[in-house]
């Protein structure tokens, strides 16, 4: 009698190290961006032989796109989702904390204040 057990690819995401808010001052809006001071960490846990997606979703009106810089290559988000395909961490399920910097490219009607942190990260695996 011959078993055979499958099983499901995992992906998830665990903020470490993340802003709750965005400040845009005058001088953000001057230059028409914010240079977000803190690296943002995310321990992401896979269990996938092929890795994984992270997907980055704006979540604000005052922004309208993103630079993610220090994952396997740099992403350019516009008002639109974006993804990029990361390697698999190991076998079996595994785990690693990724540091991105990001900058955010502020929309024409952006005023300076205190925001709500405008970015949702999620992982899908492939």
Do not use: C
Request: glycine share 8%; net charge positive; proline share 7%.
């Amino acid at each position: 009698m011959l078993m055979r057990a499958v099983v499901q690819k995992r992906a998830s995401v665990t903020h470490v190290v993340s802003p709750r808010e965005v400040r845009v001052t005058p001088e953000d809006l001057a230059r028409g961006y914010v240079d977000v001071p803190t690296l943002v960490q995310v321990e992401v846990r896979s269990n996938s032989a092929d890795g994984f997606l992270l997907t980055f979703e704006l979540q604000q009106a005052l922004l309208r796109g993103a630079q993610v810089a220090g994952l396997a290559a740099p992403l350019e988000l516009g008002s639109l989702p974006g993804s990029i395909r990361q390697p698999a961490l190991g076998a079996g399920m595994a785990t690693r904390t990724l540091q991105m910097h990001l900058i955010f490219r502020l929309a024409a009607g952006a005023a300076p204040g205190v925001y709500d942190w405008p970015l949702r990260i999620s992982a899908e695996p492939i």
